[in-house]
Protein backbone atom coordinates (compact mmCIF):
# COMPACT_ATOMS: atom_id res chain seq x y z
CA UNK A 1 0.00 0.00 0.00
CA UNK A 2 0.98 3.73 -0.47
CA UNK A 3 2.82 5.53 2.16
CA UNK A 4 0.96 8.66 1.59
CA UNK A 5 -1.96 7.27 2.09
CA UNK A 6 -1.20 5.11 4.82
CA UNK A 7 -0.24 8.17 6.50
CA UNK A 8 -3.57 9.58 6.03
CA UNK A 9 -5.14 6.94 7.17
CA UNK A 10 -2.94 6.97 10.74
CA UNK A 11 -3.92 10.63 11.07
CA UNK A 12 -7.23 9.71 10.58
CA UNK A 13 -7.19 6.73 13.53
CA UNK A 14 -5.31 8.38 15.66
CA UNK A 15 -8.00 11.88 15.81
CA UNK A 16 -10.58 8.88 15.65
CA UNK A 17 -8.89 7.67 18.82
CA UNK A 18 -8.88 10.93 20.58
CA UNK A 19 -12.42 11.39 20.63
CA UNK A 20 -12.62 8.44 22.96
CA UNK A 21 -10.27 9.85 25.31
CA UNK A 22 -10.72 7.33 28.71
CA UNK A 23 -10.01 4.50 26.14
CA UNK A 24 -7.11 6.35 24.73
CA UNK A 25 -5.89 6.98 28.64
CA UNK A 26 -5.95 3.26 28.98
CA UNK A 27 -3.81 2.28 26.22
CA UNK A 28 -1.32 4.83 26.90
CA UNK A 29 -1.50 3.50 30.46
CA UNK A 30 -0.74 -0.01 29.08
CA UNK A 31 2.02 0.86 26.92
CA UNK A 32 3.81 3.08 29.10
CA UNK A 33 3.36 0.63 31.92
CA UNK A 34 5.57 -1.60 29.37
CA UNK A 35 7.71 0.82 28.64
CA UNK A 36 8.62 1.58 32.27
CA UNK A 37 9.40 -1.71 33.38
CA UNK A 38 11.59 -2.37 30.14
CA UNK A 39 15.39 -3.53 30.16
CA UNK A 40 15.72 -0.31 27.61
CA UNK A 41 14.01 2.61 30.27
CA UNK A 42 15.86 1.30 33.20
CA UNK A 43 19.33 1.22 31.67
CA UNK A 44 18.62 4.59 29.64
CA UNK A 45 19.73 7.81 31.42
CA UNK A 46 19.61 10.31 28.72
CA UNK A 47 15.57 9.55 26.92
CA UNK A 48 15.00 11.41 23.91
CA UNK A 49 11.11 11.98 23.08
CA UNK A 50 8.86 14.48 20.66
CA UNK A 51 6.38 16.75 22.61
CA UNK A 52 3.03 14.69 21.20
CA UNK A 53 0.40 16.31 19.61
CA UNK A 54 -3.04 15.86 21.27
CA UNK A 55 -3.79 13.04 18.49
CA UNK A 56 -0.99 11.49 19.29
CA UNK A 57 0.14 9.11 22.35
CA UNK A 58 0.40 11.79 25.02
CA UNK A 59 4.17 12.28 25.87
CA UNK A 60 4.32 14.54 29.06
CA UNK A 61 3.69 11.59 31.44
CA UNK A 62 6.51 9.66 30.06
CA UNK A 63 8.76 12.47 30.47
CA UNK A 64 7.60 13.75 34.12
CA UNK A 65 8.28 10.01 35.31
CA UNK A 66 11.74 10.57 33.35
CA UNK A 67 12.23 13.28 35.57
CA UNK A 68 11.23 11.97 38.63
CA UNK A 69 13.65 9.63 38.61
CA UNK A 70 16.69 11.51 37.80
CA UNK A 71 17.14 10.89 33.82
CA UNK A 72 17.84 13.60 31.61
CA UNK A 73 15.14 14.11 29.06
CA UNK A 74 16.20 15.89 25.18
CA UNK A 75 13.55 16.85 22.74
CA UNK A 76 14.12 17.35 18.96
CA UNK A 77 14.55 20.50 17.25
CA UNK A 78 14.25 20.53 13.26
CA UNK A 79 16.70 22.22 11.46
CA UNK A 80 17.48 23.44 7.85
CA UNK A 81 17.67 20.46 5.23
CA UNK A 82 15.65 17.85 7.49
CA UNK A 83 18.20 17.64 10.24
CA UNK A 84 17.47 17.26 14.04
CA UNK A 85 19.38 18.08 17.27
CA UNK A 86 17.95 17.21 20.91
CA UNK A 87 18.01 19.74 23.49
CA UNK A 88 17.94 19.09 27.41
CA UNK A 89 14.15 19.65 29.24
CA UNK A 90 13.40 20.16 32.51
CA UNK A 91 9.97 20.89 33.80
CA UNK A 92 10.87 25.14 33.77
CA UNK A 93 11.37 24.89 29.53
CA UNK A 94 9.71 26.79 27.51
CA UNK A 95 8.45 26.03 23.71
CA UNK A 96 7.16 27.29 21.00
CA UNK A 97 5.55 25.88 18.03
CA UNK A 98 7.76 24.96 14.80
CA UNK A 99 6.59 25.15 11.57
CA UNK A 100 5.21 21.30 11.88
CA UNK A 101 2.97 22.46 14.93
CA UNK A 102 5.23 20.41 17.40
CA UNK A 103 6.65 21.86 20.18
CA UNK A 104 10.08 22.42 20.51
CA UNK A 105 12.31 23.77 23.60
CA UNK A 106 13.15 27.27 23.30
CA UNK A 107 16.73 26.67 24.73
CA UNK A 108 20.40 25.61 23.47
CA UNK A 109 21.28 23.39 25.72
CA UNK A 110 22.09 20.66 22.63
CA UNK A 111 23.19 17.07 23.76
CA UNK A 112 25.69 15.70 21.56
CA UNK A 113 24.02 12.28 19.63
CA UNK A 114 26.48 9.84 21.10
CA UNK A 115 25.12 10.68 24.57
CA UNK A 116 21.38 10.02 23.98
CA UNK A 117 21.07 6.15 25.72
CA UNK A 118 17.48 5.70 24.47
CA UNK A 119 14.69 7.34 21.76
CA UNK A 120 11.79 7.46 21.82
CA UNK A 121 10.72 7.48 17.98
CA UNK A 122 7.13 8.92 16.75
CA UNK A 123 5.17 7.40 14.01
CA UNK A 124 1.82 7.28 12.47
CA UNK A 125 2.04 3.50 11.54
CA UNK A 126 4.55 0.90 12.59
CA UNK A 127 5.20 -2.57 10.86
CA UNK A 128 6.11 -5.57 13.15
CA UNK A 129 9.11 -5.74 11.70
CA UNK A 130 10.03 -2.31 13.86
CA UNK A 131 9.24 0.31 10.83
CA UNK A 132 7.47 3.25 10.84
CA UNK A 133 5.59 5.63 8.85
CA UNK A 134 6.31 9.15 10.33
CA UNK A 135 5.04 12.40 8.96
CA UNK A 136 6.73 12.01 5.78
CA UNK A 137 9.88 14.23 6.07
CA UNK A 138 12.81 11.87 6.86
CA UNK A 139 13.85 13.71 10.15
CA UNK A 140 14.23 10.67 11.96
CA UNK A 141 15.42 8.03 9.69
CA UNK A 142 18.06 10.50 8.89
CA UNK A 143 19.08 11.01 12.40
CA UNK A 144 18.81 7.77 12.84
CA UNK A 145 21.20 6.66 10.11
CA UNK A 146 24.46 6.35 12.38
CA UNK A 147 22.55 6.69 16.00
CA UNK A 148 24.27 4.28 18.30
CA UNK A 149 21.64 4.01 21.09
CA UNK A 150 18.15 2.39 21.55
CA UNK A 151 15.05 3.03 20.17
CA UNK A 152 11.65 2.07 20.53
CA UNK A 153 8.11 3.34 19.07
CA UNK A 154 5.27 3.45 21.48
CA UNK A 155 2.44 2.70 19.28
CA UNK A 156 -1.49 2.28 19.44
CA UNK A 157 -2.95 -1.12 18.40
CA UNK A 158 -4.38 0.89 15.98
CA UNK A 159 -1.19 1.77 14.09
CA UNK A 160 0.35 -1.27 13.60
CA UNK A 161 -0.27 -2.31 9.92
CA UNK A 162 2.39 -4.85 7.75
CA UNK A 163 0.42 -4.10 4.30
CA UNK A 164 3.51 -1.94 3.35
CA UNK A 165 7.31 -2.26 2.09
CA UNK A 166 9.91 -0.24 3.65
CA UNK A 167 12.12 1.31 1.73
CA UNK A 168 16.49 1.01 2.14
CA UNK A 169 16.08 4.77 3.84
CA UNK A 170 13.90 3.48 6.56
CA UNK A 171 15.00 3.18 9.75
CA UNK A 172 13.39 0.27 11.94
CA UNK A 173 13.37 0.64 16.12
CA UNK A 174 14.44 -2.03 18.02
CA UNK A 175 11.22 -2.65 19.50
CA UNK A 176 7.46 -1.27 19.49
CA UNK A 177 5.58 -1.14 23.00
CA UNK A 178 1.59 -1.76 22.49
CA UNK A 179 -1.52 -2.49 23.73
CA UNK A 180 -1.88 -5.36 22.02
CA UNK A 181 -1.74 -8.92 24.05
CA UNK A 182 1.30 -9.62 22.59
CA UNK A 183 2.47 -6.27 24.00
CA UNK A 184 5.74 -5.72 22.35
CA UNK A 185 7.19 -6.09 19.71
CA UNK A 186 11.52 -7.22 19.85
CA UNK A 187 13.94 -6.57 16.49
CA UNK A 188 17.28 -6.53 17.99
Not at 18 to 24: G, M, Q, S, V
Not at 102 to 115: C, F, G, S
Amino acid sequence: MDKSILRQEGKQQLEELAKHIDKKRKKEQQIATLLFHSKLWKEAQTIGMVRSQSFELNTEPIMKKALSQGKKVVVPKTLPERQLNFYEVDENTTYQLSDFGIEEPMNNLVIAKKDIDLILVPGLIFSKKGYRIGFGKGYYDRFLEDFSGKTCGLAFSEQLNDDWQAEEFDQAVMRIYTDTLEGSYVYE
